[in-house]
């Protein structure tokens, strides 16, 4: 069983097109997370939400919206993809992201890699 | 998060113990140091973290110095399957939202 799986694992799409990435863990985590990286394979957190409700944020387009319908499932929309959107994209878990210790912890899925025409 | 300062790139022997060293010379005092890796084309894999005590798991050991700036990630006997960009993190047990902030880690390379 995959832990945390992400769909599609590539995406291939033209300049405009608007796409939603998903991602869903079965590990019973409260907390899941949103990572780009891009060519030059730096990596870093776009979104976090706990148990449904966003409590990271940081400086990302308003192209980018990420929903969590429950705490199983967090995914991504992008409206009006840029080139500069092409990346890989890492969803993860934890079992409770405001918390410290032990449960910071963080499991990654196998991304997913986009390409904008 | 604090800063973490680690080579760029090293090389080892397949079934040689391997040091990957990093430096984090403003570390707080509530800052685990955490350790992960990521294999070519998967995403991040934890490894190991600890706070002020060296730590062993099934994968690595993390060899902490006695003031905390610094520590050092022990793979006892490197493989092929080792080879990875390792990541050396700092997070603040007592911060808000858990996130990680990776910088460019250390390339392992691995040879026969």
């Known amino acids: 069983d995959t832990a945390v799986s992400q769909t599609p694992k590539y995406l291939v799409t033209q300049m405009g097109n608007d796409k939603s990435i998903k991602c869903e863990q079965n590990l019973g985590h409260d907390t899941m997370y949103w990572y780009k990286q891009d060519s030059k394979k730096f990596l870093k957190i776009m979104f976090s939400?706990?148990?449904?409700?966003?409590?990271i944020n940081e400086t990302v387009p308003n192209r980018f919206s990420p929903k969590s319908p429950d705490k199983a499932h967090l995914n991504l929309h992008i409206n009006s993809l840029e080139l500069g959107d092409s990346a890989v994209y890492f969803c993860a878990s934890s079992q409770n992201g405001l918390a410290g210790g032990n449960q910071e912890t963080q499991y990654f899925g196998p991304g997913t890699r986009l390409l904008v025409l | 998060d604090a800063k973490t300062t680690q080579p760029n790139s090293m090389e080892s022997n397949e079934e040689e113990p391997v040091h990957l060293p990093c430096n984090h010379s403003?570390?707080?005092?509530?800052?685990?140091i955490h350790w992960y890796r990521q294999l070519p084309s998967q995403g991040p894999e934890y490894v190991i973290h600890?706070?002020?005590s060296n730590v062993n798991n099934r994968m690595a050991s993390l060899a902490i110095a006695e003031d905390r700036k610094s520590s050092t990630l022990i793979l006892h006997r490197a493989t092929l399957r080792d080879a990875a960009v390792y990541y050396c993190?700092?997070?603040?047990?007592?911060?808000?939202?858990?996130?990680?902030?990776f910088g460019t880690g250390t390339r392992l390379q691995v040879t026969l």
């Open positions: 993190i700092l997070r603040d047990r007592g911060g808000t939202a858990s996130k990680l902030t």
């Open positions: 600890g706070l002020t």
């Open positions: 403003t570390i707080s005092g509530t800052d685990y």
């Open positions: 939400y706990n148990n449904k409700e966003l409590i």
